[in-house]
């Protein structure tokens, strides 16, 4: 059944290739965007659907007028790009910056457009939880992180993505109020999962550090909130046809310690050699608090998969691509 047209921003990513692949599933026209013409896009074209109804464009956020030509004719966008800098390679200003304009004018293409009946805006657990709560409360969509404790605890990693992404998510509610423009936004915790192309996302990288047997990556789990890729696409397309859908929607699954965590893989997976966490002491600064998705499950929505799904995927993936 053929649905119209929506356009994906940053079409490449772990979360947006997935959600251009199952909208083409789900019968939609697919417009995508990608920031060079030179990006291998083939695990884009080759999907099913793709020669019928995926068009990819060219499109940067430092250029906010290059998305007016993909977003033209949608009935809704999803808006998923956004500049990813974990090293601080570039100022957290500058990013920021970047972020905001280019999501601003992604919103003025589709006030512009006269077709977008709404956008559903991809962020990030980042902008809830980093607020100083103690790791043993549970935070709804009324939390917002704090950008002085981000500084204060994230200079060294994560700081300038965290801040671009609080601030961009404020902006871009702001612009939709302030513009009659209906905005939904979608707060994902770890994304993990089965993945488009042949290249391991960060996330699932760092979901699956046991499983590689990366300990440098351990203090990243000592607390975590996990949701399936398929899961995440899902609820973007479900607030997109929803008619009631306002403002922010957490979206996890399960959150899970680190001890937890290893206990599960170790006897789910034991050809793995996983390193045993005797000497690994849970790392309270990088303990959060959880976070509930009970305003999304209010709405009718169901997730589909748990945690074994998730690392079943992502493994049975890694070994089709030669990861493991």
């Not at 990013?95 to 991809?122: M, N, P, W």
């Not at 890729?229 to 973007?236: G, K, N, S, T």
């Not at 009631?244 to 310690?257: L, M």
Request: proline content about 4%; glycine content about 8%.
């Amino acid at each position: 059944m053929e649905k119209g047209s929506v356009c994906v921003t940053g079409g490449t990513g772990f979360l947006a290739s997935w959600m251009v692949k199952r909208l083409l599933e789900e019968g939609y026209y697919v417009n995508t965007t990608i920031r060079s013409s030179n990006a291998d896009v083939s695990y884009l074209t080759d999907l099913p659907g793709a020669y019928e109804r995926l068009k990819i464009f060219e499109a940067d956020l430092n250029k906010p007028e290059t998305f007016d030509t993909p977003i033209k004719g949608c009935i809704g966008v999803f808006h998923v790009a956004h500049p990813i800098d974990f090293e601080g390679k570039e100022p957290e200003q500058v990013q920021t910056e970047r972020a905001i304009k280019g999501s601003l004018g992604i919103l003025q293409a589709c006030v512009d457009s006269k077709t977008v009946k709404k956008v559903v805006y991809t962020s990030s657990a980042s902008t809830v939880i980093f607020n100083g709560k103690k790791h043993t409360e549970v935070l709804d969509e009324e939390s917002w992180s704090d950008i002085d404790f981000i500084h204060t605890h994230f200079k060294e990693f994560g700081a300038p993505y965290f801040v671009s992404k609080t601030l961009t998510e404020k902006a871009t509610l702001k612009f939709g109020e302030e513009n009659g423009l209906d905005v939904v936004t979608i707060i994902p915790t770890y994304i993990h999962g089965p993945f488009v192309g042949s290249r391991c996302p960060g996330s699932v990288r760092a979901s699956m550090a046991m499983i590689f047997g990366d300990t440098t990556k351990y203090d990243m789990l000592t607390k975590t909130d996990f949701v399936h890729v398929d899961d995440v696409v899902r609820a973007h397309i479900y607030l997109l046809e929803y008619p009631h859908a306002k403002g922010r929607y957490i979206c996890s699954k399960v959150g899970v310690t680190f001890t937890e965590l290893y206990e599960l893989l170790s006897a789910r997976y034991p050809e793995y050699k996983i390193p045993n966490i005797n000497s690994f002491k849970d790392d309270e600064k990088m303990k959060f608090p959880g976070v509930s998705s009970r305003k999304l499950l209010s709405t009718g929505f169901q997730f589909k998969y748990g945690l074994e799904e998730m690392f079943d995927d992502a493994i049975s993936c890694c070994k089709q691509h030669n990861i493991l």
